[in-house]
């Protein structure tokens, strides 16, 4: 019988089994795939997340389920809510309590692009309105329950603008073009602060029922991000370029993954900040320096780079 569930093992989900087996728990990994990080303490198991009779085979005895996965973008209206009916459903079942892996999808654009947890959850575009209804399903659904939301990633192994744009303009020496405002301040959350904060807050009374925000550092600029990996790693400094918001939207007509990056694009041509003091100032916690998440992300690219040479 394991002590935590977490369902998904991308960079947060293997994170959150890490840290917990690393402090003696154990915690069983639910993948399609069956996979997940090697440990004596973490088993990983093949299943569907949306099969509520299997996951809650699974969790039975569970203290805490994680919602770490992540469908991919253009499956989120057909994946999204089986998924989390049957954790919720699993979760009620094992007594445990449910703590979700959020986003600031579900408050939608903000006039002055800050938000705050007081911040209503007013998105309307699809992938907002998914997020926000999960979390009320989450809510109405008779468990102790958690959100802890983040902002963009940085860290290894995240799929976002650095990973996507910067990295390999990096790699390969040339120029950066993105789909962003390259000069607009927006928050950046490192795994690592996701994983911690999941796992304090899960276990704290005081956060149950509520959304939380993930201790972030201060918001930069993609321009100035791309400057400090470079910097870090000794790289020549990356000339960064900013793509008309049109071109995204035109490429949707034709090409599902960039319609749906394009409903996002406004974290991305204005300022975008995540306020985490609320979390900071009641748990105690703190966020990772930028340097650190760019650092691991630094060594993650050169043991990728080491194994296909």
């Not at 603008?161 to 950066?176: D, E, H, W």
């Not at 796992?199 to 100035?224: C, F, M, N, Q, Y």
Request: aromatic share 8%.
């Amino acid at each position: 019988m394991a002590q935590h569930i977490v369902v998904g093992s991308g960079p947060i989900g293997s994170k959150v089994a890490r840290l917990l087996a690393d402090r003696g728990e154990t915690v069983r990994i639910v993948t399609r795939s069956g996979g997940g990080p090697e440990h004596p303490l973490i088993e990983r198991v093949a299943a569907d997340a949306s099969d509520a009779r299997r996951l809650t085979e699974l969790t039975r005895g569970a203290e805490v389920l994680y919602n770490c996965a992540n469908p991919k973008y253009t499956e989120w209206a057909r994946l999204w809510f089986p998924m989390n009916n049957a954790m919720i459903a699993a979760a009620k079942a094992a007594g445990a309590v449910y703590a979700i892996t959020g986003n600031l999808y579900g408050y939608g654009p903000q006039p002055d692009g800050r938000m705050t947890e007081s911040t209503p959850l007013a998105a309307s575009g699809r992938k907002g309105v998914i997020r926000a209804k999960m979390w009320q399903d989450a809510l109405a659904g008779g468990v102790r329950t958690v959100e802890v939301r983040g902002s963009d990633y940085v860290g290894a192994g995240t799929a976002g603008i650095f990973s996507t744009v910067l990295l390999p303009a990096i790699q390969k020496g040339r120029a950066a073009w993105g789909p962003a405002d390259m000069d607009a301040p927006h928050t950046f959350t490192y795994t690592g602060d996701m994983a911690h904060a999941l796992v304090a807050l899960a276990r704290d009374d005081r956060a149950h029922g509520k959304g939380w925000h993930v201790p972030s550092p201060p918001p930069v600029t993609i321009r100035e991000l791309a400057g400090r990996y470079c910097e870090l790693t000794g790289q020549p400094k990356l000339k960064v370029h900013s793509l008309p918001r049109f071109v995204m939207r035109t490429a949707g007509i034709v090409v599902p993954i960039a319609r749906e990056l394009a409903e996002m694009d406004y974290q991305f041509y204005a300022p975008f900040v995540m306020d985490s003091s609320l979390t900071e100032k009641t748990f105690g916690l703190s966020p990772t320096s930028l340097d650190v998440a760019l650092r691991e992300t630094a060594a993650a690219a050169e043991a990728t780079a080491a194994r296909t040479m």
